[in-house]
Structures are given as structure tokens and as C-alpha cells.
């Protein structure tokens, strides 16, 4: 009840708008290439001399020299279409989705053959109207996947279409063209961005999983403030998330020292120096540097529980991450002290405080970037 309740709170579709859009769609076009296939078997007037190019006759199939065209187009177009249909699908971005639409796109790419010798026993009347299916199906899809056509249609977020425009901005900067400034709909090169523009781009990039788009636009924004705190943390948690563990300490540890030299009193300021100390802590860790890391994520638990519901989980999330690490180094009772604290806000971590006190050997430390709660996004 609570699922149905929040699906239409949201506005999703019921679940039975997938079958019936599967069933209506390949119902009407079996109908329609049997009906052609029937027409072209009984000899309809016309269809024996209607053809042209090398399939004059429409009621035979596929022979002779250029007998394999049609065959050969129809699988091309049916491969094209499979491509075009899953390259910029949303579908990967739900992991229990993934699998399952990898799976029916290998299936799909295997049909491709199974077509082509299909296309040798069909009439030619037949294939002449599935090539044009799939050829207004393919031109339908590259229109509908244009960024500027989807976004009239209300199809794009504005993630990725300028809101004022309903352009693109680039992200290539090597690539970024430039135009009359006057001009509606211009596009707009990433030196044009402010670095708040810059971060607040890559921010929502990193947050869809594209991680090389953002690491760019942040570097970029650095190079025009290299003292922007905010562009340092999220450039570390893009480079962490691409296994850099590295370069992402370092940008990490550089800006959650400038906080701390600052004495942050701000409540932005404060969560920022958290998710640094968090994220710093776990890239050291993730390099064999366990002490350093601890050192991060200590300080963190040695801070004042923050009242904004926004920090408390950024704190609550560093909490859980140093009773691991430290419970790996030996230290229990501290682990299990911070864990109860973390429990007395967030339930769901009574398991893991279980088998902290249970004496397990080891506790798996969490992974910073499979948080949503972890992720700084500036405001």
C-alpha cells in the first residue's frame, strides 16, 4: 500500500501500461506484415509488377543475384535499431534493471542473424514494408534521443538541457563552440561558466554517474578558483569513485585543511569539512594508509554532533565508517561506543553493532560512494 501510495504521489504509470504497450505494438505489426505476406502468397493485383529496383516482383522472394539486399537490409536496420534504442537508455542507471536489459540486448543483437535467414523465405512484398517500419522507427528514435527535441517534449531533465535555451552546454571544452552571444538557444563553452556554474554542473553529472564529465568541468573551475573548497571535495569524490585513490586524497586532505585553518562556524562550512574528512579518510584507507585514514575520520567523530538533518547524516555516515576502521585495528569497545550512537539515530545499523559486540573478527568497512547521504552537492 505504501509503494501504490508514493507511485501515485509521484505520478508513475501502473505497471500494466508495459504488457499493453508490448502487446498492442507487435499485435499490429504482425497483423500487418501477415496481411501483406497473405496479399503477396495469393498474387493481389499489382503486387507481381508493382516492385522496383531489383524487386520488381513482389510476390516472390528473395532470389538471385541481388537476392540478399533485402535480407541484408533487414538485419542491418534491425541491429541500428537495437543500438540506437539502448545507447542512451536510462535503464543501466537501476542496477536491478541492468542485467536484465544487458541480457535483452545481447538477445536482440543475436536475432540480427536469425533475421537475415528468416528475410530468404518471406515474400518480397513483406520485407518491403518491414525495412520501412524499422527505417521510420530508427528516424522516430534519433529525433525523440535529440537533446533539444526531447526537452520540448519534456522527456530531458534539466541535468542535461540548458533551462533557458533547451541547448546543451557543452562539456567538452575542446569542443565548445562559440556563437553570436545574442542569439537564442546559443551554445555555451565551459570557460563561459562561473566556477559555481562549473560545480554545480559536474555535481549533477557525478550524481548520474558520469563521472567523466564532471572531473573536467571541476578541474576547470579550479584553475579559476583554486581556492574553491567546494569544487576540491566533490573533484575528490569523482576521482575516487574512478579508483583514484590517490589524487583524491590529495585534493580531500587539501581542502578539509583549509577548513580546519578556517575554524568553520558556518553550517555549510561544517558539513563540507565532514564529507572531506570522510571521503579523505576512506581514500587513504583504500591505499593501505589505515592510520591516516583513521586520523580523517576521527576528526570527524571528535566534532559536535551537528543540529542540521543534513550534516547529521554526513556525520552519522563518517561515525559508521570510523567504528569500522577501528574495529578492524583492534580497538572494539571505541567501535562499538560510536556505533550506539549511530543506532540510536538510524536502526537499520543494530546489525552491524551486533556483530560488533558478538566479537566477529572483522567488520567490512563501508564504501563512502555507495552512500547517497555521502555525496556533497553544493547548495
Not at 114 to 130: I, R
Not at 187 to 216: F, N, R
Amino acid at each position: 500500500m505504501l509503494f501504490r501510495s508514493e507511485r501515485k504521489a509521484i505520478g508513475c504509470p501502473s505497471f500494466l501500461w508495459i504488457p499493453a504497450y508490448f502487446s498492442i505494438q507487435m499485435s499490429c505489426f504482425f497483423l500487418w506484415i501477415t496481411s501483406i505476406r497473405r496479399m503477396s502468397l495469393d498474387h493481389h493485383p499489382g503486387f507481381d509488377t508493382g516492385g522496383a529496383l531489383w524487386f520488381q516482383n513482389l510476390t516472390e522472394i528473395p532470389n538471385g543475384l541481388y537476392g540478399p539486399l533485402f535480407p541484408f537490409l533487414i538485419a542491418a536496420l534491425h541491429y541500428t535499431n537495437t543500438q540506437i534504442a539502448f545507447s542512451a537508455s536510462s535503464v543501466h542507471k537501476v542496477d536491478k534493471f541492468a542485467q536484465l536489459a544487458k541480457t535483452y540486448k545481447i538477445f536482440l543483437n543475436f536475432l540480427t542473424f536469425a533475421l537475415y535467414f528468416l528475410a530468404f523465405q518471406m515474400p518480397q512484398g513483406s520485407l518491403l514494408y518491414w525495412s520501412t517500419n524499422l527505417s521510420f522507427s530508427i528516424a522516430q528514435q534519433s529525433i525523440i534521443k535529440h537533446p533539444v527535441v526531447s526537452a520540448k517534449l519534456g522527456l530531458q531533465g534539466e541535468d542535461t538541457v540548458q533551462k533557458e535555451a533547451g541547448n546543451p552546454i557543452l562539456t567538452n571544452i575542446e569542443e565548445a563552440k562559440h556563437t553570436d552571444p545574442s542569439s537564442k538557444g546559443r551554445l555555451i563553452s565551459g570557460h563561459d561558466l562561473t566556477p559555481k556554474e562549473l560545480v554545480g554542473l559536474s555535481a549533477k553529472y557525478l550524481s548520474g554517474g558520469q563521472k567523466e564529465k564532471s572531473i573536467p568541468l571541476l578541474r576547470l573551475a579550479l584553475e579559476k578558483d583554486p581556492e574553491y573548497l567546494q569544487a576540491m571535495v566533490i573533484l575528490g569524490q569523482a576521482l575516487y569513485q574512478k579508483e583514484q585513490f590517490a589524487e583524491a586524497a590529495k585534493y580531500l586532505e587539501r581542502a578539509a585543511s583549509k577548513l580546519i585553518d578556517a575554524c568553520p562556524t558556518e553550517v555549510e562550512e561544517v558539513d563540507l569539512l565532514i564529507v572531506a574528512s570522510q571521503w579523505a579518510g576512506v581514500s587513504n584507507i583504500r591505499q593501505g594508509k589505515t592510520s591516516e585514514g583513521i586520523t580523517h575520520l576521527e576528526r570527524v567523530a571528535n566534532m559536535e554532533e551537528p543540529d542540521d538533518p543534513k550534516s547529521k547524516a554526513h556525520y552519522l555516515d563518517a561515525l559508521v565508517l570510523y567504528s569500522s576502521a577501528i574495529f578492524n585495528e583492534g580497538r572494539r569497545e571505541e567501535a562499538a561506543k560510536c556505533l550506539r550512537r549511530v543506532v540510536a539515530y538510524d536502526p537499520s545499523f543494530q546489525e552491524l553493532l551486533k556483530q560488533c559486540e558478538e566479537e566477529d573478527d572483522t567488520i567490512p568497512i563501508a564504501d563512502s560512494s555507495s552512500s547517497s547521504n555521502s555525496t556533497h552537492k553544493p547548495s
